[in-house]
């Protein structure tokens, strides 16, 4: 009974140390940031698709939105961040549900409603625009509903105590407070290429998202923002070399790598 409720215990503390609470201001501050990264905070990247790519990117975190007649096998954020929006008080648009499919068929239907600024483009890009508090909320929270997992996920390929380890070494100062920088880099991250435990989410059986670079720290830099950078690049720098080449991943090396360096200089 005793190892039971000392089991309970310490699952209890591990769940509770991997919730991060942030106040609006700090939330904002780094949703701020992620929209510098992603859209370079431009109100008219709200709305957006990468030449090359088989899906839109919405809002300040460019959450990825598929069509109906392409759906890809990475995790799908827009339905997600939609309907935490909604549960929280946001009016999206009527024509707008967290089950309605992307409502062009590619870049180049997106491309043109954009140069003819149509009328859902215009509703789609001033709900993001009005909703970025909010959006920066769910970023918060996917980390905080992601992290456990990772746990889990670690524990099972024997590597809990490095990631959990390095996932403090970002997130607390010496003095238990949240440390500002470290929240934003990996709320960034997890954002930017996810979570790294999702198997649909591999190339050649190996993922590229948070769960990678946590386990890739270097224990011997003394400054942890720079070993999360640089593990960082390790993992992007292969994603580029396993991904197929039809995705042509190497165009966007240097863009990645640039925000690598925003975690620590």
Not at 143 to 150: D, E, G, H, M, V
Not at 186 to 194: A, E, M, V
Not at 203 to 208: D, E, M, N
Request: charged share 25%; with cysteine; glycine share 6%.
């Amino acid at each position: 009974m005793k190892k039971i409720l000392l089991l309970l215990l310490l699952l209890l503390s591990t769940l509770h140390a991997a919730e991060l609470r942030l106040t609006n201001a700090q939330a904002n501050r780094i949703a701020r940031k992620i929209w510098l990264n992603e859209g370079s905070g431009k109100r008219d990247k709200l709305v957006w698709w990468n030449k090359g790519e088989e899906f839109a990117s919405v809002g300040i975190g460019h959450f990825i939105w598929f069509t109906a007649e392409k759906p890809m096998w990475f995790w799908e954020a827009f339905p997600p961040m939609l309907r935490f929006l909604i549960d929280h008080g946001a009016r999206p648009p009527r024509w707008l549900t967290p089950e309605t499919h992307c409502v062009w068929h590619s870049y180049e239907q997106w491309q043109r409603a954009k140069r003819a600024n149509t009328k859902k483009m215009r509703q789609l890009t001033a709900f993001m625009d009005r909703t970025r508090g909010l959006q920066a909320r769910f970023m918060l929270h996917r980390l905080n509903t992601s992290f456990p997992r990772i746990l889990a996920y670690a524990r099972a390929h024997g590597q809990e105590r490095i990631v959990e380890k390095n996932y403090r070494r970002l997130l607390y100062r010496k003095d238990g407070s949240i440390d500002p920088q470290g929240a934003y880099i990996l709320i960034d991250y997890i954002n930017f290429k996810g979570d790294g435990i999702n198997k649909g989410e591999r190339y050649q059986g190996k993922g590229w998202g948070l769960y990678q670079v946590l386990t890739r720290m270097s224990h011997r830099d003394p400054n942890p923002y720079r070993a999360f950078a640089k593990a960082g690049k390790v993992v992007l720098e292969r994603l580029t070399h396993i991904a197929p080449p039809e995705r042509r991943l190497w165009r966007f090396r240097k863009g990645w790598f640039n925000r690598m360096d925003t975690y620590w200089r």
